[in-house]
């Protein structure tokens, strides 16, 4: 497996559920991101973690708890959500140093709809 | 507030022409400026990017041109083709408040279709 990973690739979910996303870098990546994308509005970043630690909450709703058990592992626990909340979740990673930050490298992403 | 402004939000052009997109910012604190391609279903590809020491980056058909005083820089793709046809974003980085990560600022794309 090379890249970044996600799972799973689609999900339905009603609005009582618990559910988690998945993603999984093979590049040796020290930052890792979500990103939420929906139809017509720029890509909300969501949160940021550097070395594991969480470095940036961009003011998202406690329904979505992120997690990071180590540098290539990346999960989003989703819960009690609404249907504003359908979208495309898209997960990236990237070395995180000046002389070598290249931008992100994004997975294909989770097409979430809550109904 | 929008910190980098995407345009046209759509756009089409025949086999062979010139696609242009272009981005404007205000925060002069950007240091790196690359270009996503997506395709529908797929998570966005760098492209291509640029740093503000250079004015012009070219790799095969895509170009990007960046004037620093006026804080815009565009996407050129020479020959267009209809594989070229996708979703594209420019965005913009600068190190962030937090530990040492730098973030993305996206604008808000751009379809392209190339038609036969």
């Known amino acids: 497996e090379t890249g970044v990973t996600q799972t799973p690739r689609h999900l339905v979910m009603g609005m009582t559920n618990k559910k988690s996303l998945k993603c999984e870098q093979h590049?040796?990546?020290?930052?890792m991101y979500w990103y939420k994308q929906s139809a017509k509005k720029p890509l909300e970043l969501m949160f940021v973690y550097n070395f594991k630690e969480q470095t940036e909450n961009n003011s998202v709703p406690s329904r979505f708890s992120p997690e990071c058990p180590n540098s290539s592992h990346l999960f989003l626990h989703l819960h009690t959500l609404q249907p504003e909340d359908s979208a495309l979740y898209l997960c990236?990673?990237?070395?995180?140093?000046?002389?070598?930050?290249?931008?992100?490298?994004f997975g294909s992403g989770t097409r979430l709809t809550v109904v | 507030q929008q910190q980098v402004k995407q345009s046209p939000q759509s756009l089409i052009v025949q086999k062979g022409g010139i696609s242009i997109i272009n981005c404007a910012y205000e925060?002069?604190?950007?240091?790196?400026f690359p270009w996503y391609q997506q395709f529908p279903g797929k998570g966005p590809a760098l492209l291509i990017a640029?740093?503000?020491?250079?004015s012009e980056k070219k790799e095969g058909r895509f170009t990007i041109s960046f004037n620093k005083s006026a804080k815009q820089f565009s996407l050129h793709i020479m020959d267009s083709q209809p594989g070229d046809s996708a979703t594209y974003f420019c965005a913009a980085s600068q190190p962030s408040t937090g530990a040492g990560s730098y973030q993305l600022t996206f604008g808000k794309g751009t379809k392209l279709s190339v038609i036969p």
């Open positions: 990236a990673s990237s070395q995180d140093e000046r002389e070598v930050f290249y931008g992100y490298t």
């Open positions: 925060n002069t604190a950007f240091d790196y």
């Open positions: 640029i740093r503000p020491d250079v």
């Open positions: 590049l040796g990546h020290n930052a």
